[in-house]
């Protein structure tokens, strides 16, 4: 496959919008993250500087697996990325619930939600 037929099946599979995605979700986790720190009275400059450097870390990583993707045979580079893409993403959102029930926010509907979807994805064809 030649690289512009790459680039154009990782924008078709919205690759780029998945990434900005977790860049969002990144966000949300740490604010979410110091807020429910500073609810609990819990809040650390080392804790907050570690997760700051363990997202720009994990971003630099994710970025990096962009041109890695391109040069894997076929479309498998892409089909991994976005396997690795969503996988973080659910992993962040996660997170941010875990924020949320610490700061007292009722979180049994997203739960819901979550497994549910988990189960839609897991159901064999």
């Keep these: ?8 099946l990782m924008k078709e599979q919205k690759i780029l919008y998945i990434l900005s995605l977790l860049s969002v979700a990144m966000m949300i986790d740490f604010l979410s993250g110091v807020l429910a720190a500073k609810m609990n009275h ?14 720009i870390a994990s971003m630099i ?28 993403l ?14 007292g926010i009722p979180i049994a509907l997203f739960q819901t939600f979550l497994k549910q979807l988990q189960q839609l994805f897991s159901k064999k064809d």
Excluded: C, D, W
């Design 1 to 8: 496959m030649e690289i512009n037929e790459l680039i154009h």
């Design 42 to 55: 819990e809040i650390l400059s080392k804790k907050g500087i570690n997760g700051i450097i363990r997202k």
């Design 61 to 88: 990583l994710l970025v990096f697996f962009l041109p890695v993707a391109l040069i894997i045979p076929g479309k498998t580079g892409i089909v991994l990325l976005t396997v690795l893409y969503l996988g973080y």
């Design 90 to 103: 659910g992993m962040e959102i996660q997170s941010i619930l875990e924020n949320y029930q610490k700061m």
